[in-house]
């Protein structure tokens, strides 16, 4: 069946520097890459995604990457700050009528000031 | 725009029991989706709602089942609760892919 990994499951980092989740899927039929962060006792939040139809999109300090041919994508946080602490998801699903989402099994990065 | 809201908030029942949780989507939003969120571990697909019909369905039992209103807002149903369903459950609508969580139930089964 489809499956997302996640790794690593945990991730610590000083303050400003860079963090990297890396993920890879099963469905070859993916087209749809979210990533979202899950604050504690919060539901999760969209912070980017991207299609298959680009290879890397940027919002600030947040970037992902996407390598379709490997089925692997990444999520990289640049300038990292104490209140992106958080748990982070990767997810994947196709574009066609709505599909389901399938969720990684999440990284909780800590930022350390 | 209030987002997405659920309710309750906390919820505590008895293995055996019935549950009935509810979620109003995102002002707009003509879809709604269910997922089960274990302590430590990512959502787990329930079902999906679009026009008050379920469109598409994850691996869980018929225990589980739901509801769309013609408002768009959403019921999901467990019965015979078991301990294992203890979890957090949350509700997602959307209009095409971007999907948008509401804060989630926290279910405990004794």
């Known amino acids: 069946g489809e499956n997302v990994e996640q790794h690593p499951s945990t991730l610590s980092v000083q303050e400003g520097d860079s963090a990297v989740i890396k993920c890879t899927y099963s469905?070859?039929?993916?087209?749809?890459f979210p990533w979202y962060k899950q604050e504690l006792g919060k539901g999760p939040q969209l912070i980017i995604d991207?299609?298959?139809?680009?290879g890397e999109k940027k919002d600030q300090r947040i970037a992902v990457t996407l390598n379709k041919t490997a089925k692997h994508f990444s999520l990289h946080i640049t300038e990292t700050q104490p209140e992106d602490s958080a748990v982070y998801f990767c997810?994947?699903?196709?574009?066609?009528?709505?599909?389901?989402?399938?969720f990684g099994p999440g990284t909780s990065l800590s930022v350390i000031p | 725009d209030a987002g997405v809201t659920q309710s309750p908030t906390h919820l505590i029942k008895t293995r055996g029991q019935q549950v009935t949780l509810r979620c109003s989507p995102k002002?707009?939003?003509?879809?709604v989706s269910w997922y089960q969120q274990a302590l430590g571990q990512g959502p787990q697909f329930i079902f999906q709602?679009?026009?008050?019909?379920?469109?598409q369905r994850g691996n869980f039992p018929d225990r589980f089942s739901g509801h769309q209103f013609p408002n768009y807002s959403s019921e999901l149903n467990v019965n015979a609760l078991l301990l294992g369903d203890s979890a957090l459950y949350l509700c997602?609508?959307?209009?095409?892919?971007?999907?948008?969580f509401g804060p989630g139930t926290r279910l405990t089964v004794t």
């Open positions: 997602a609508s959307s209009l095409e892919n971007e999907q948008y």
């Open positions: 469905d070859s039929a993916s087209n749809y």
């Open positions: 991207i299609r298959s139809n680009v």
């Open positions: 997810a994947a699903s196709r574009v066609t009528s709505y599909d389901k989402v399938i």
């Open positions: 002002s707009g939003h003509d879809t």
């Open positions: 709602y679009y026009e008050e019909e379920e469109r």
